[in-house]
């Protein structure tokens, strides 16, 4: 069948299409009925009895966790928080359906780097807050645009009405939101935890778009980190095998239950507060550079913004559900996931042909040898860091503002 519009039914199409993408200005406000819910929900908390579990063996220890939510309930101020983040410009977008809530921080220099940053579970867009600090400073050698976009059903990206949307989905929408509603040609582009996986995808799927790649961990098409060898790691990754072994425990758990049953823990998680809060500070605690302390590098303030972008938006349950769609295969004994179908597009090798760079945290929770590495991408640069985990944009903003100057730096001439 043809399809065919007439001159004057084209020219209101693609109107309407321009109207569709383009950003709005976007102001966080949670109305005050929300904000007064949740305070009443924390201080009327159903707590379960904790004994035996001084070391957090059991999970979340409940003299910890109740003295975060009488702080949460009575002293943070979620006012002040909205205040900070509506410091920066933040726009929202409808894409192919799809509501996406993005801030935007442009350099006002015409040689500036296009650069998107995308977050994981459970971060929100709120982790890069550090690293968009660093990166904009008076700096006279390399200027950024910088796009913090929410992942779709994450926050304020919200509501998620679109099933099936994985990582390859994802990184379509944000090819689109960066060339075809933002106007830049080729843009750069960098992520942590399932942002790396999104980020890969924009280095395998369309490199003509891409000036270079940075991953803070290894998610790629069609790779599993149990294919990797061990003579693959040089005398000085041996540390890496131990850490892996370390962390399979640490991150098993959410990984079988949001890629199997997201919509059933969400039930639980969307009426209790406390429990979407445990759910997430647990991750954030185990996977943090912190010796256990997940306080020590950015404090009760953070962690209560963290928790409740989530709970103010009711998007905890949405937010599950890209592990369904990406990873419904369930786990692999490495502890890592088993992509349902994220396959190679192209065959030749690299299968990321864009200059690429690793920065190695020693308390991330899957870590590649180099070698490894090296066959899957076209590596420009692997630096290992001095300090960091899982969460690096929030742990070591400074670090890796560092990372992204001196790397993308180099390819800047490739705009």
């Known amino acids: 069948m043809n399809f065919h519009l007439s001159e004057e039914t084209s020219e209101s199409y693609w109107l309407a299409l321009r109207r569709v993408m383009e950003p709005e200005k976007f102001s966080i406000h949670i109305p005050d009925e929300r904000i007064d819910d949740l305070r009443q929900r924390l201080r009327a908390t159903n707590w379960p009895g904790d004994f035996g579990n001084s070391d957090w063996d059991y999970g979340v220890e409940q003299g910890w966790l109740r003295d975060m939510v009488s702080y949460w309930a009575d002293d943070f101020d979620w006012r002040a928080a909205e205040a ?23 350099s006002g220099r015409p040689n500036a780097i296009p650069l998107i940053l995308t977050h994981g579970w459970p971060w929100t867009f709120w982790d890069w807050r550090g690293v968009v600090e660093e990166l904009t400073r008076d700096n006279d050698d390399v200027a950024f645009d910088i796009v913090v976009p929410s992942l779709p059903g994450y926050g304020f990206s919200s509501p998620l009405r679109t099933p099936g949307l994985d990582i390859r989905g994802i990184g379509r929408l944000w090819v689109k939101l960066m060339t075809e509603v933002l106007g830049y ?21 369309y490199p003509e778009r891409m000036i270079a790649v940075h991953f803070c961990i290894l998610l790629l098409p069609e790779f599993h980190y149990k294919d990797v060898r061990q ?4 005398p000085d990754e041996k540390w890496m095998i131990a850490r892996n072994r370390e962390a399979v425990p640490l991150i098993t758990a959410h990984r079988v239950l949001h890629s199997t049953e997201p919509q059933t823990i969400s039930y639980a998680l969307a009426d209790s ?3 979407t809060a445990a759910w997430i500070w647990a991750r954030r605690r185990a996977w943090s550079d912190s010796n256990s302390d997940v306080m020590s590098y950015r404090g009760r303030d953070f962690l209560c913004s963290l928790a409740s972008v989530y709970w103010l938006t009711n998007t905890i349950g949405s937010s599950l559900r890209l592990y369904k769609e990406q990873y419904g295969g369930g786990v692999h004994a490495t502890g890592m996931p088993a992509p349902t179908e994220w396959s190679l597009l192209r065959q030749d090798a690299p299968s990321i042909p864009v200059p690429t760079g690793v920065a190695v945290a020693p308390k991330e929770v899957a870590l590649m040898p180099r070698a490894a590495v090296e066959r899957r991408v076209n590596l420009a640069r692997w630096t290992v860091l001095p300090r960091g985990g899982h969460f690096l944009p929030s742990e070591a903003p400074d670090l890796l503002a560092q990372e992204y100057r001196a790397f993308f730096g180099e390819h800047r001439l490739s705009i």
């Open 231 to 234: 003579e693959d790691y040089a």
């Open 84 to 106: 900070r983040m509506n410091a920066y410009d933040q726009f929202r977008v409808e894409i192919d359906g799809v509501l996406i809530h993005f801030m935007l921080i442009r």
């Open 273 to 275: 507060p406390v429990g």
């Open 185 to 205: 040609e080729r843009f750069a582009a960098a992520g942590g935890d399932l942002g790396s996986a999104i980020t890969a995808e924009l280095g395998h799927a």
